[in-house]
């Protein structure tokens, strides 16, 4: 839903639409990781350089890359997912992997394509355009989006169209994808990877869902009425969507991390309004777009604004979640140790049994990803400079050992936002305001209104 990327990064095919035929992909995965296993053995025996797991090998992960691409839905949305959420637990190779299907999908062919639009459209749906780009201009985990204009008033929209047979084959994509990732062992242990997929589960059914979320498009523009200098948020046409196509105002920046030339303040300024609003969504209106891709936030140049998309993965949190988790927030921004553990074991992230060792590393954890909002922390931020990750980093072998209880699971939406949040200001090399905006978003929440009073 903005400007297009060049068609040629990526490539046709079919999407496997039956459960029988994803299956069948799926058992051609992993035998295909297997016989590559076996091959790099058999070059390691024979003198070819080589370290680190054979099923880890490039070959290997190049097939992994390439099936994600094809299957598209719950594969590829988990491995995204994951890319953001557990980067500092994974094995190297692994990041790389999710690293190159964050953007990376193929896109169907135009017959599987109309059968969707005729489905959910009608068989007449080209009459509700007088222009329709037959490429799309992007392709996802769910679906992929066309530029066209609209007949009724002349307004370039973009038009996303779901992939077929992906949202009736969630469930048994995410227990194939269980059952390899498993038994391949290409996770560390203590990843919780049972409660991992559970979220995916659930939330790969709400970015399934068109229509809510064209409910939660239309939502934040209400919200962010008094943020229109700011940021934009595209308007949704009704009369040309349904279950599987959601059809928008046409978005025309660019993706933030793709623009070259930013200038420093440029920079500055768009971190700081990412992370800003971030706290808002959690601290005021408890309703959160939690999909950090990148490619979800675009800067328009032209009118000065950062421009939002996809909003699949928007979510209300609960309010018994979230007041213990502002406080711990404050709590760690005020370095109050005791606090923490004490609002952790509320929460649910410590059961109250944990060794003591293990109690500090995650102590310890809660105040380093709190720096920039300390009290004690500089005027202004360098997110260039920034070692937190590195930091967290060396507890979390201890942790890995030693957690006895998966986090709530508001935990994997919120925490995979605001890392998005956080590396993309790193990416950016912004410097943000970061604890005089913690000091306001303070502010707002011991003064907030109710407008996050309409769950979805």
């Known amino acids: 839903m903005h400007t297009p990327d060049p068609i040629n990064t990526m490539r046709e095919s079919r999407v496997p639409s039956s459960r029988i035929g994803r299956l069948w ?23 070819s ?85 037959e490429k799309p201009f992007a392709a996802a985990s769910i679906g992929q989006v066309h530029k066209a204009r609209l007949t009724s008033n002349g307004k370039e ?77 595209p308007e ?27 200038t420093q303040s440029e920079r500055d300024w768009i971190g700081t309004q990412i992370l800003r609003l971030c706290l808002r969504e959690l601290m005021e ?23 939002l998309l996809d909003f699949g993965a928007s979510r209300e949190f609960p309010a018994e979640f979230v007041e213990p988790y502002v406080s711990l927030l404050i709590a760690a921004s005020r370095g109050e140790r005791d606090r923490c553990r004490e609002l952790s074991i509320q929460l649910g992230y410590l059961t109250g049994h944990e060794s003591r060792a293990m109690v500090n590393a995650h102590v310890e954890s809660i105040l380093t990803l709190a720096e920039p909002f300390v009290v004690t922390a500089p005027d202004i931020y360098d997110f260039e400079d920034q070692t937190i990750t590195d930091r967290v980093r060396a507890n979390i072998g201890l942790m890995l050992r030693e957690r006895l ?33 913690f000091e306001n978003a303070i502010k707002a929440w011991a003064g907030r209104t109710s407008k996050a009073s309409t769950p979805m």
């Open 285 to 307: 209106w408890r309703f959160m777009q939690t999909d950090p891709n990148w490619t979800n936030f675009l800067y328009n140049r032209h009118s000065g604004r950062i421009e």
């Open 405 to 437: 209880a998966p986090p709530p699971e508001e935990t994997y939406s919120l925490h995979r936002k605001l890392s998005g949040a956080f590396l993309l200001c790193a990416r950016l090399r912004s410097k943000v305001k970061a604890r005089h905006m």
């Open 236 to 262: 949704v046409y009704p009369a040309a969507s349904g279950p599987g196509v959601l059809t928008t105002e046409f978005m025309k920046g660019t993706a933030v991390a793709k623009i070259k030339d930013l």
């Open 25 to 47: 992909q799926y058992g051609g995965l992993a035998s295909s990781l297997a016989v590559g296993a076996f091959g790099e053995s058999i070059r390691r025996i024979t003198g």
């Open 49 to 133: 350089q080589g370290t680190g797991s054979v099923m880890l090998s490039e070959a290997n992960m190049n097939r992994l890359v390439a099936k994600l691409s094809r299957m598209r839905g719950a594969a590829l949305k988990l491995g995204q997912m994951m890319s953001f959420q557990d980067s500092k637990l994974l094995p190297p190779t692994i990041n790389a992997v999710l690293q190159r299907v964050q953007d990376s999908a193929d896109y169907m062919p135009s017959s599987q394509r109309d059968r969707v639009l005729v489905k959910n459209l009608g068989e007449g749906w080209r009459e509700l355009f007088s222009e329709f780009h």
């Open 157 to 233: 929209v973009a038009v996303k169209v779901q992939y077929p047979g992906v949202r009736n084959s969630i469930d048994s994509d995410l227990n194939n994808l269980s059952l390899l990732l498993t038994a391949s062992k290409l996770l560390p242990k203590g990843l919780f990877l049972e409660k991992t997929i559970a979220n995916a589960r659930v939330e790969l059914g709400w970015e399934c869902d068109y229509e809510r979320e064209a409910a939660a498009c239309i939502r934040f523009r209400e919200i962010l009425q008094d943020e229109v200098d700011t940021f934009t948020v």
